[in-house]
């Protein structure tokens, strides 16, 4: 028999669940879109019935208990969601005893942003480390600090919100309602936003081109990019030098020994590391410039592998 932990992902999108060995390895897998508008009975449902199937696929497997991440704001210590903006009606849904009664094991229910950074932490880009800051850049930023061999939680769980750190006075609105939020400056939607503007006044033809009747995300800047487009590659540098300047933030804040770059955006990284480091340079105090900075591991499945690691005992 294999130790292993069930894992759902809970996304306004996807929902998505697996059987982890306590290894790290996904041993089974299996995803649906959420049945997002159908309340907390209906997405139940649909979790209990991918967590047979991957346990259908697994008959050697030890389950010794399910780890759920899932969108803040979240009490992680009474297994509540608390308020899932992208999810309609879940509001203080006891998600974790629910669970646990239905399914006969113990549950335990973490921030989905939190979760990944567990994952890469204990099983990813982070192992070896005492202290990291996962950085997730994709429609939004999110986060999860690890700091002295745990994660951070604070008060209600709500630690770690990194995308939403006031860093410009200019008046730019935010997802969350705040004004001059990290995320607003240097999210994948950030970046779509500064690239639109730009080929709607004739300066990005290479990026409208590759769009065409589509609207224009990070992905298309990305690809023009790569083919050395210049406006596109002006417009990574700004994106890179934004997200420098947050990471430098988060260097002072946390003395974090490496910082993990994930998402859609994170995953541009090797083109936007030489921008990232020169303004960690001029912005963190000397101390803080040589810590790396380095692209996540587990990619999508980050999430799950760090869900299931609420279950899985430390390695010795
Ligand atoms: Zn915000």
Redesign the pocket.
């Known amino acids: 028999m294999t130790r292993a932990a069930l894992a759902v992902d809970l996304g306004g999108t996807d929902l998505r669940a697996a059987v982890v060995e306590a290894t790290g390895r996904v041993a089974a897998f299996a995803s649906t879109p959420t049945d997002a508008k159908g309340g907390p009975e209906a997405v139940i449902a649909q979790m209990v019935a991918l967590l047979e199937r991957v346990r259908a696929e697994t008959p050697d497997a030890d389950i010794i208990g399910l780890g759920v991440g899932a969108p803040g704001p979240l009490d992680p210590e009474a297994g509540i969601v608390v308020d899932a903006p992208t999810l309609v009606g879940w509001r203080n849904v006891p998600l974790a005893a629910i669970l646990s009664k239905r399914l006969g094991c113990a549950v335990r229910l973490e921030n989905d942003a939190n979760a990944a950074a567990l994952g890469e932490w204990r099983f990813g880009a982070g192992q070896g480390t005492q202290s990291m800051v996962f950085v997730t850049v994709s429609t939004g930023i999110g986060g999860g600090v690890i700091v002295d061999g745990h994660l951070l939680h604070g008060r209600r769980g709500l630690a770690g919100e990194i ?2 750190m006031t860093i410009s006075e200019r008046p730019v609105r ?3 309602g ?1 004004v001059g ?1 990290w ?2 400056f240097a999210s994948g939607t950030a970046l779509a936003r500064e690239a639109s503007q730009l080929a709607a006044s004739g300066g990005a033809s290479e990026i409208g081109r590759l769009a065409g009747p589509d609207p224009i995300t990070g992905r298309h800047v990305a690809e023009a990019a790569r083919q050395g487009d210049g406006p596109a590659l002006n417009l990574l540098d700004e994106e890179a030098r934004w997200l420098g300047i947050g990471l430098a933030n988060l260097l002072h804040l946390y003395s974090p020994e490496r910082v993990i770059l994930g998402g859609g955006v994170g995953s541009l990284l090797p083109m936007m590391q030489e921008r990232i480091r020169h303004t960690i340079g001029e912005r963190a105090m000397a101390a803080f410039r040589d810590v790396p900075v380095v692209q996540a591991a587990l990619g999508r499945n980050a999430g799950l592998v760090g869900a299931a690691s609420l279950m899985l005992p430390e390695a010795s």
């Open positions: 995308g939403h935010c997802a969350c705040g939020c995320e607003a």
